[in-house]
């Protein structure tokens, strides 16, 4: 399994599309149709990553953003969009999102960009490991 993602999208083909490739690839992929939904799902499921369409019914996945980034720090977020604009990948960089997607989504890109997501995670993870048991021996020698 390399990790848990929430897929949020209104439209019932991108989250049938995103949950086959993304399963296929060893993901536990899970789905929401709006932002609601998705900030109620994930007290009780916690996801290591949210792709969010940035248009949604109600809340929008930019404000979705700001929410997680408040509520669910450790998650990561990418937002994807068939509105793309320089302003919209700005906002979202700005405001923490680890990507900026475009759709029409092509399945070979958006697995390799969520494996770097997911290999980045490894690699600060493994890290923050070793400074730990750096730590720890510099401690016991003094």
Known sequence: ????????????????LLREVLSMEGYDVREAADAET?????PREPADLVLCDVRLPGMDGFALLRELRRTQPGADV??????????????????????YLIKPLKPKEIVARLNALFERRR?????????GELRSRFDMHN
């Open 123 to 131: 690699l600060e993870a493994e890290l923050q490991k070793l400074e």
């Open 78 to 99: 990418v937002l994807m969009t068939g509105y793309a604009s320089v302003d919209g990948a700005v906002d979202a960089m700005e405001n923490g999102a680890a990507d």
């Open 1 to 16: 399994m390399h990790g848990r993602i929430l897929v949020v999208d209104d439209d019932p083909v991108v989250l049938s």
């Open 38 to 42: 998705a900030l109620k799902s994930l």
